[in-house]
């Protein structure tokens, strides 16, 4: 049944086939791989081996909703999060293509059904959730910037360095405040350029965001990488490091 109804709606999530059905996402997930195939060149390998690549779920991914799922296939036996602490407006399960959460939080609520991040407490208490995920900003926004980007005004920034740095440090250590011990958190991160009086320096977040982790000791337990498709792009006079194209989906457990 499952896999008729999939060769009929090819573009439906686990979860959208899930809730047409009437069955459980898990059951569905039994029959279904959300990881569309890698597309190679086979020519050198054994149908077998073939056959394989095409039924795992791979590190690398550059569709956002197939990398989520992945993550809750593997880690998350409820097949959704329980707390997403930057939800902003659910770009993560636009469309259903992923479960929405149990709690959604953010620091500056967008949705009617969202709860202040500020609040948490009042709602959630300590060692509370199964699993949690959250997306930060990556863009600083300083002063020696001439040029309002294009990426800033359209994703929120900080105003320092160290505000993202600090933010980022506060976030894990406020998601392991609320993870159950075996608990899964999940951070989106992405490296970045800060713009100073000496030109562009390299701020390595995913770096920071494992350090600190180990520092609270969290397993790191898988790495998922995000190509993009589309690049947005800068003027400048000289090119002098590699556009980042890419962002990471950390998976740790408490």
Not at 38 to 49: E, G, P, R
Not at 53 to 70: C, E, G, M, R, Y
Not at 145 to 174: C, G, P, Q, R
Request: positive net charge; charged residues 25%; proline residues 2%.
């Amino acid at each position: 049944m499952v896999n008729e109804f999939h060769q009929k709606h090819g573009d439906y999530s686990p979860y959208r086939i899930s809730k047409e059905l009437g069955i459980s996402q898990h059951t569905v997930t039994k029959y279904l791989d959300t990881e569309q195939p890698v597309k190679s060149d086979n020519s050198k390998l054994s149908k077998f081996a073939g056959e394989k690549i095409a039924n795992n779920i791979l590190s690398v991914n550059t569709n956002q909703q197939s990398i989520l799922n992945n993550i809750l296939t593997l880690y998350v036996p409820s097949l959704h999060f329980d707390a997403d602490l930057t939800y902003s407006k659910g770009s993560f399960y636009r469309k259903g293509n992923v479960a929405e959460p149990r709690y959604k939080l953010d620091k500056f609520p967008q949705t009617e059904d969202t709860i202040e991040l500020d609040n948490i407490d009042d709602v959630i208490g300590d060692e509370a959730l199964e699993s949690v995920v959250f997306d930060l900003p990556y863009i600083v926004k300083t002063s020696w910037v001439n040029v309002a980007s294009k990426v800033m005004e359209l994703y929120k920034s900080f105003d320092s360095a160290e505000e993202l740095i600090n933010t980022n440090k506060a976030m894990l250590e406020l998601a392991r405040r609320k993870l159950k011990r075996g608990g899964i958190m999940v951070v989106k991160t992405q490296d970045t350029c800060v713009a100073t009086s000496a030109g562009a320096k390299q701020l390595w977040v995913s770096q920071i965001v494992l350090n600190h982790a180990e520092c609270l000791n969290l397993a790191h337990e898988d790495t998922f990488i995000l190509v993009s498709k589309k690049l947005m792009l800068t003027k400048h006079e000289k090119q002098h490091r590699a556009r980042k194209n890419h962002c990471y989906f950390l998976v740790f457990r408490k």
